[in-house]
């Protein structure tokens, strides 16, 4: 992993302004060159050809990536889609195309990038309208903000895709995608290096600590605010 570079030239914003947009999130991805998402049997796939996920690879979330918005779904294929940045108020939309079956959806998402196995440096951009999916977005969002309080060097979580599930009374079975965070590195693939015996681990000041609590408190209150009704009916 040392020798990946992960989104070192990506011309993002300061990681210190990081804790205060992840908390608010309702949020999701950015621009990837493949669509990753869960199969209705717990599969993990990609691309237009559904290529199942590598057991155990890991994958790096881009900590700027989280964005939110709206989509609207005809029979299969997407109408419309409006996503923006979490740090900014979801996109306006108007009317829902005619044929689209539930109207305007909720939507969050985020990007990744594998770092390990067959898939190495593939890019790819996941993007739900599901409980259990936007729940699996908002908490890597929530461990990253947590992460960057303690340690803004090292704010992107190496995850492996996990899946978990709950039993629904109509569909039986339904699966929900997990993201298990693994260990954390910089933004251009650096893990941390380790601590000497009795050396602490980084700390944010007590200042930034102060400021971000004040700021993360506030987004998460829009967070729970954007779990509306109309993106529960919508099953992964």
Known sequence: ????????????????????????????????????????????????????????????????????????????????????????????????????????????????KCVSGADEGMEARFSVTSVG?????????????????????NPVPVVVLRKGYYQHKSYGRIFTPEFEVVRWVSMDGRAPAQPVDGDAPPMASAAETAEGRRSLSKAADALLASDTPRARRRVV
């Open 1 to 112: 992993m040392s020798e990946v570079s992960v989104f070192a030239s990506a011309g993002l914003p300061a990681v210190t302004d990081l804790a205060a947009s992840l908390r608010g999130m309702a949020a999701g991805a950015g621009g990837g060159s493949v669509l990753l998402k869960m199969a209705k049997n717990g599969d993990w796939i990609f691309g237009s050809d559904q290529t199942t996920v590598e057991p155990d690879s890991e994958w790096a979330i881009n900590p700027f990536s989280f964005v939110h918005g709206y989509i609207a779904w005809g029979d299969g294929e997407v109408l419309g889609e409006a996503m923006g940045p979490i740090a900014r108020p979801k996109p306006e939309v108007g009317e829902a195309p005619a044929a689209a079956k539930r109207g305007w959806e909720d939507q969050v998402g985020l990007s990744v």
């Open 133 to 153: 999916g936007k729940k699996a977005v908002q908490a890597v969002a929530l461990a990253i903000a947590a992460q960057v309080e303690v340690d803004p060097t």
